[in-house]
């Protein structure tokens, strides 16, 4: 039974014990290759059956009403970024912490670029909330990957920090050449942080990101969440999460 859930007869699920099962699998495979032990005990281990549900996605036709009819500007743009490559036949759509993690000096949305149809954004970095101990650890064996540390908005003592750390893979390191629709929406969100910058003076805290919230303070993934359901509810859309409209996409 799941620890500290309301329902108190909630199992994990078989997805959940495949993953650990794969995580203490490779663990042991590891220990034997360094001769702690000779045998690996998750070898031969009976695994829960699961059905590997097929995630909901939106269609085209849903994709393109969704947008036509989303007055919120930062939902907007989150899901134009997420769906931005769909209109250049591309499969290198943005996951929502690299969304939420771009930085204005990733993007290139100058005259030059935006008369040759060449308007991109380098994807180098995500946002992402990490245990404070495991960045601590990193960092003392000189591993850490973090470019950035937001400060804490709360008193309280919080396990977990909010940062800018280089990507989930390698080969999420990349360049997206930009269609012309999303290139005018990040020039309008750009138009209005000026404003929102010029009102708010040294109130207006700058991280030089993308997707910011009135002040400046960066948007996390479960507010975007909420966002989206929020919107999905008042237009009766079919249900769906952000990372969906990766498979949009």
């Not at 134009?80 to 759509?93: K, R």
Request: with cysteine; glycine share 4%; aromatic share 8%.
């Amino acid at each position: 039974v799941r620890k500290g859930h309301r329902k108190k007869d909630k199992k994990i699920s078989p997805t959940v014990i495949v993953k650990i099962h794969a995580l203490m699998s490779g663990a042991f495979k590891k220990a034997i290759g360094w001769r702690y032990i000779d045998i690996n005990p998750a070898e031969n281990v009976t695994l829960p059956q699961r059905v590997k549900k097929e995630r909901e996605a939106w269609s085209a036709s849903e994709v393109k009403y969704a947008l036509a009819i989303c007055e919120n500007p930062v939902l907007k743009l989150a899901m134009l970024l997420a769906l931005g490559c769909m209109y250049l036949a591309m499969g290198c759509s943005m996951r929502i912490g690299e969304i939420l993690g771009l930085t204005w000096d990733c993007v290139d949305l100058s005259e030059e670029a935006l008369a040759s149809g060449n308007a991109s954004l380098f994807i180098n970095k995500e946002l992402k909330r990490c245990e404070k101990s495991s960045v601590e650890a990193l960092e003392k064996r000189g591993r850490s990957k973090v470019f950035f540390t937001f400060p804490e908005w709360k008193r309280t003592n919080c396990k977990t920090m909010l940062t800018l750390k280089t990507p989930k893979t390698a080969s999420s390191v990349r360049t997206v050449f930009l269609p012309k629709t999303v290139a005018l929406a990040l020039i309008e969100t750009k138009n209005r942080q000026d404003e929102e910058k010029m009102l708010l003076g040294s109130d207006y805290k700058d991280f030089n990101l993308v997707l910011a919230q009135s002040g400046g303070r960066p948007y996390e993934p479960r507010q975007i969440d909420q966002i989206l359901t929020a919107f999905i509810q008042e237009n009766e859309l079919r249900s769906v999460v952000f990372h969906s409209l990766r498979h949009s996409s």
